[in-house]
């Protein structure tokens, strides 16, 4: 299984990015999709969390401005980041669980910079 993220760049305070995480190789069915981001000199953290079933959670820190979605014919997660903050700057990586095997993408760096 490969993980495809795209859609990182730099962008001003108060702006907008949207992030895609496409899942391609043998799959089945993919149980739960993430996104956590990692900024310098720190742990990496959740973001936010969906599940088969669609039913999405954030951490307290985005909640509000960030919103995950998932399309299961096309295997990707998505991720709408509104009212970016320079905080949120962070290497962000997409997340599946396969059969409870979790795999994870290369990451796609967010830059929020005036």
């Known amino acids: 299984v490969q993980l495809q993220a795209s859609g990182g760049g730099l962008v001003q305070p108060g702006g907008s990015l949207r992030l895609s995480c496409a899942a391609s190789?043998?799959?089945?069915?993919?149980?739960?999709m993430t996104w956590h981001r990692q900024a310098p000199g720190k742990q990496r953290e959740l973001v936010a969390a969906?599940?088969?079933?669609?039913?999405?959670t954030y951490a307290d820190s985005v909640k509000g401005r960030f919103t995950i979605s998932r399309d299961n014919a096309k295997n990707t997660v998505y991720l709408q980041m509104n009212s970016l903050k320079p905080e949120d700057t962070a290497v962000y990586y997409c997340n599946v669980a396969i059969a409870w095997v979790d795999y994870w993408g290369k990451g796609t760096q967010v830059t929020v910079s005036s």
């Open positions: 190789g043998s799959i089945f069915s993919i149980d739960y």
């Open positions: 969906v599940t088969s079933g669609g039913t999405a």
